[in-house]
């Protein structure tokens, strides 16, 4: 079988430097990115067979790129490869189009296995996290987004994660290219539909519904 071609998508420089030795004996890694608006450029520009990213990514999140990415690349595979042990972040990364999803403490036995199985055309699922639960979500409501994220505009989240990492009206503005004015009427509109108060708040917010890097 021709190697696949890959892109890695960690923004922790010692995991991606590991990642990459397990993965050069059998796949054709062709770029790694440290955040999910790079993901989106390189992976537009190179067209991989498998998108291996992480859920937590500065700029733009795991999640969030791979909703876009499933439009933009319908025939790549997309893989989380993650610390996120929960349920709920395993779902919405099949919602977001995943085809596989597995934590990083077991990477080395499992990652390349994972690759061949959705290169087959099969789902790939970390067997820490297999349970009756699981196989049955997969089937209905329970792949439905969280309420309180799921009440949010994509660009909104865009907003929630680059105002969690600290980031100032005037550079989100110049990160998402829209106006000032319009970010900070976005960011009036999440505050007042998630009922928060404070910008610890919104902090708090992202970090529970994994789209910002500082989980």
Same mark, same amino acid.
């Given at each position: 079988m021709t190697r696949p071609r890959v892109i890695l998508a960690d923004d922790h420089t010692l995991v991606a430097d590991g990642l990459r030795s397990l993965l050069e004996p059998h796949c054709e890694l062709v770029d790694i990115v440290g955040d999910g608006r790079a993901l989106l450029e390189s992976a537009e520009r190179l067209r991989p067979?498998?998108?291996?990213?992480?859920?937590?990514?500065?700029?733009?999140?795991g999640l969030e790129a791979a909703h876009r990415l499933k439009d933009l690349l319908?025939?790549?595979?997309?893989?989380?490869?993650?610390?996120?042990?929960?349920?709920?972040?395993?779902?919405?990364?099949?919602?977001?189009?995943?085809s596989g999803y597995l934590l990083k403490r077991s990477a080395a036995s499992e990652l390349t296995h994972a690759i061949s199985e959705v290169m087959r055309g099969r789902r790939y699922v970390t067997p820490l996290l297999s349970s009756p639960e699981l196989e049955a979500s997969f089937a209905g409501p329970l792949l439905d987004p969280p309420a309180q994220l799921g009440d949010l505009t994509p660009r909104q989240r865009e907003v929630v994660q680059l105002a969690a990492e600290g980031r100032t009206a005037k550079e989100?503005?110049?990160?998402? =290219?829209?106006? @000032? +004015?319009?970010?900070?009427? !976005?960011?009036?509109?999440?505050?007042?539909?998630?009922?928060?108060?404070?910008? =610890?708040?919104? @902090? +708090?917010?992202?970090?529970? !519904?994994?789209?910002?890097s500082l989980s």
């Open positions: 067979d498998v998108i291996l990213l992480d859920i937590s990514m500065p700029v733009l999140n319908p025939n790549s595979k997309v893989i989380f490869l993650t610390m996120h042990a929960d349920l709920s972040y395993l779902k919405e990364a099949f919602r977001a189009g995943a989100i503005a110049g990160v998402l =290219s829209i106006s @000032v +004015k319009t970010v900070e009427f !976005h960011k009036a509109r999440i505050m007042e539909r998630l009922g928060l108060q404070t910008t =610890s708040d919104l @902090v +708090k917010y992202a970090i529970a !519904h994994g789209i910002t």
